[in-house]
């Protein structure tokens, strides 16, 4: 489905969960059946998570219910999958999802002349949860994350996310030659006008960074941001190494010196932040 390659790892131990369960409780992956399907996904909810813990006891954590709809979402996907291989029979499939009828539609939703695209095709098996709202940082959470960086890589990283709205993949898959930032860029063989980046979809990206969006799309950044990516460019210079590389963001401060900067050196860098800040920051 050429999804993310951070998404492929997550629906990768979806899949392996689902498929564990089957060969521990005897059940035959290919034909599940509904009352199954319903005692795996309480069963998410019930079975304690392994201890991340080391040699001292801690209290039991469990999935949530909105997890484990997310996990059985990815099961449905991938029986639904196994069917167009003709590895899952269609009845199969069929009970995976249920008819609904829209009795409130979303603002901008076309219901048809005859109201055909009322009904839809809804998960069979689920849990109801609340809809969570969107989480965000205000003002000033978001000044002491920025005071909390200690590199100016970090802090252009930072702010660029909050700046711009743009996901973390995109991000990581910047290239220098996305970086649009004088007031007029006709020089670039770009007619937009004022400083902006570029984020579009690419897959050799060395570091897997990939964007969710298909349709490349620029977005306008603050005179402020600039002034972070100048000092962000004086930083790297100092490194040789990341002189090769046409990569944004890459390693300055640990080997290998100069690689694209992975999903995962991102998230440890939040990590910190958000110990250090004592609020969560993503």
């Not at 689902?18 to 059946?33: E, N, S």
């Not at 860029?185 to 298909?214: D, M, T």
């Not at 930083?235 to 963001?249: G, H, I, K, T």
């Amino acid at each position: 489905m050429d999804r993310s390659i951070n998404t492929e790892r997550t629906y990768a131990g979806r899949v392996a969960l689902y498929l564990t369960y089957c060969a521990v409780h005897g059940l035959d992956w290919k034909k599940p059946g509904l009352p199954w399907l319903a005692r795996f996904l309480h069963w998410l909810v019930d079975e304690p998570l392994p201890s991340r813990a080391k040699n001292k006891p801690a209290s039991p954590r469990f999935r949530t219910k909105k997890t484990a709809n997310q996990i059985m979402t990815t099961v449905c996907g991938f029986l639904t999958f196994c069917g167009l291989q003709k590895w899952v029979d269609q009845e199969t499939v069929n009970q995976l999802s249920e008819q609904k009828y829209l009795s409130y539609l979303p603002p901008g939703y076309d219901p048809g002349e005859d109201g055909q695209f009322r009904t839809v095709r809804a998960k069979a098996i689920k849990f109801e949860v609340a809809v969570e709202g969107y989480a965000w940082l205000n003002p000033e959470q978001f000044a002491k994350v920025i005071g909390l960086t200690r590199r100016a890589r970090d802090r252009f990283l930072v702010a660029l996310l909050g700046g711009t709205g743009i996901r973390i993949g995109e991000a990581l898959g910047l290239r220098r030659e996305d970086m649009h930032l004088l007031s007029n860029s006709s020089a670039l063989g770009c007619q937009i006008s004022g400083p902006h980046v570029h984020v579009r979809r690419r897959q050799e990206n060395s570091n897997g960074a990939l964007a969710k969006a298909r349709m490349p799309r620029w977005i306008p950044v603050t005179a402020e941001l600039v002034t972070y990516y100048a000092d962000y460019c004086f930083e790297r210079d100092q490194v040789a190494e990341a002189a090769y590389s046409d990569m944004v963001f890459v390693n300055l401060f640990r080997p290998p010196l100069g690689r694209a900067m992975t999903y995962h050196n991102a998230k440890d860098l939040f990590d910190r932040l958000a110990k250090q800040a004592g609020f969560e920051a993503r």
